[in-house]
């Protein structure tokens, strides 16, 4: 069975739309990253992180009782999906289209405005509700934005949340259960995220640098990216999601598997998912964060499945920041208009190749137009706890 994808609606810092982003991205322009403070402490800010905020002038009130960022942002994307949403509504029923919706912080803003009140005045404020901070009110808010009434999902994987999302509109749709389904993920690059990332010493002071012997950990970023995804091919887009495999290595809380093997399961279960073999995949959007761990194990994974074809391939992440839950959607949006364009993203480092990391075929500006066409891409999102996920998409004949 056929799954297709609708164009992407999408905003991150690199872009308020798919034609933005596409300019930005793929030119590796990292203008969108830039410093912010962090104020959890006080409204000075206590530190300063290089992170890709979204431009506030992009961003419009929701009406939502509980209007915060991370509703805006996921709005903003949702509205560019709104006529092929018309569309589905218009072949299914509401009952027969699902959401399924990645995040993972989900209106922390509230909560820092509620504590600092508690603790000056050792009170919350009347209006303070914890339950919109609950994983699935992003989710909610889709369904009741476009009187939807199918099941409505929340994925919580961290790094691979709209990875999971997608999978599993997929398997939902193929087991019958709905027709289509809104899939994809948004998130904010709140203090809370940026704090919490530099108390794993996992964030990077300068600009991210993936897969360079110089790395020194992630640029942290916000954005959101949906797609329609439906049995049937309503947006004329000819492009299906064609694969997926997932895997959990589950070798510590935050480290991923260190030989990339986990990594590897994933991949090789996208492929046979996929009925392909790795010679039929034209690119390889990577996880590619730039910490340490991640960068050596992915170079592995691929390495083990990959061996001598050297797939082109690449990180987005140094211009759009690490999305977090949105990160699988949003790199899977790269890898759909790669494939539009017959142009892929390049890879945005110094050069300085980690002898300890097999080597890699990185897109640069000369190879950023493929020696041939580009008809299939994979895109990998491998977050904490190892929980992996590989999606591949290809454009039908």
């Avoid at 476009?146 to 990875?163: D, M, N, R, Y």
């Amino acid at each position: 069975m056929k799954i297709y994808l609708s164009n992407p609606g999408l905003i991150c810092c690199a872009g308020k739309n798919p034609a933005e982003f596409f300019d930005t991205a793929f030119s590796g322009n990292r203008s969108g990253i830039k410093k912010v403070k962090c104020g959890l402490v006080g409204e000075d800010g206590v530190k300063e992180f290089f992170a890709g905020k979204i431009c506030d002038d992009w961003l419009k009130p929701t009406g939502d009782k509980y209007d915060m960022r991370v509703l805006q942002i996921l709005d903003a994307a949702l509205e560019q999906l709104r006529p092929v949403v018309e569309k589905a509504l218009e072949s299914y029923s509401p009952e027969r289209i699902a959401v399924c919706l990645g995040s993972c912080d989900n209106g922390s803003e509230l909560s820092f405005k509620a504590h600092r009140q508690f603790f000056t005045e050792n009170s919350f404020p009347k209006d303070y509700n914890l339950t919109v901070q609950g994983a699935d009110y992003p989710a909610v808010f889709a369904a009741r934005k476009f009187g939807i009434k199918g099941l409505t999902l929340a994925f919580s994987t961290a790094c691979s949340s709209s990875a999971s999302a997608l999978i599993k509109a997929k398997e939902l749709i193929e087991s019958g259960i709905v027709d289509a389904a809104i899939a994809g993920g948004v998130d904010v690059a709140s203090d809370t995220v940026l704090l919490g990332f530099d108390g794993l010493e996992a964030v990077s002071h300068e600009m991210t640098n993936p897969f360079s012997k110089n790395r020194s950990g992630i640029t942290l970023g916000e954005g959101a990216a949906f797609f329609v995804v439906s049995k049937d091919d309503i947006d004329s887009t000819k492009i299906t999601l064609a694969g997926a495999g997932e895997s959990s290595d589950a070798s510590h809380m935050t480290a991923p598997l260190a030989d990339g093997t986990g990594a590897r399961d994933a991949i090789e279960r996208a492929l046979k998912s996929a009925s392909l073999s790795p010679s039929d995949i034209d690119y390889i959007n990577l996880h590619g964060t730039g910490t340490r761990l991640n960068d050596s194990m992915e170079g592995k994974g691929v390495d083990l499945v990959f061996k001598s074809y050297k797939v082109p391939l690449s990180t987005t992440k140094p211009v759009t920041g690490h999305t977090l839950g949105a990160a699988g959607a949003l790199e899977l949006a790269a890898c759909f208009l790669a494939i539009k364009n017959q142009k892929l993203p390049v890879q945005v480092w110094d050069g300085e190749r980690d002898e300890e990391i097999p080597e890699l075929n990185f897109v640069n500006q000369k190879n950023q137009t493929s020696h041939r066409k580009i008809t299939c891409c994979m895109s990998n999102s491998f977050a904490f706890g190892g929980c992996n996920a590989s999606l591949v998409i290809r454009e039908e004949n």
